[in-house]
């Protein structure tokens, strides 16, 4: 039997997405997204925690997210964990836990200004086959 790597994040945006081009002239963005969870203790009281996850999109996919998404706006992302290794200032060896998007969809609230009836998803594809071996960072 084969193996999965598969990562699927519906969250909110940390910051405005970053982007930049490798040297082929490939645009690369990057997005921190934040994902939520409440957990009801024992005693009814409720803890939320929050997670970070560092998200990387190639080619159009990261284009896309440039001209539409800004901090705090709710995006979906399907995709996998990479792995990278890099020496810091102080040439110390550090990993870097990653998700390279394959799937990118804009979530926002529908304009029939009615509460409660969902969201509206544009959905877009990864136009190109990378890895992060493939872009210096």
Do not use: C
Not at 70 to 93: C, F, H, M, P
Not at 124 to 137: C, I, P, R
């Amino acid at each position: 039997m084969g193996t999965v790597n598969k990562v699927i994040l519906l969250g909110n945006l940390g910051q405005d997405p970053e982007i930049r081009y490798t040297q082929a002239g490939t645009p690369v963005a990057n997005l921190n997204i934040a994902t939520n969870e409440r957990i009801r203790k024992r005693d009814g009281s409720v803890i939320e925690t929050t997670t970070w996850h560092r998200v990387v999109l190639f080619g159009r996919m990261a284009e896309i997210a440039k001209e539409n998404l800004a901090k705090g706006k709710k995006v979906y992302i399907e995709g996998r964990i990479s792995t990278r290794e890099y020496l810091d200032k102080e040439n110390i060896k550090r990993l870097n836990f990653e998700v390279i998007a394959n799937e990118l969809k804009l979530v926002a609230p529908r304009n029939n200004h009615r509460p409660g009836h969902g969201d509206q998803i544009d959905h877009f594809e990864a136009d190109l086959d990378v890895s992060a071996e493939d872009f210096e960072g």
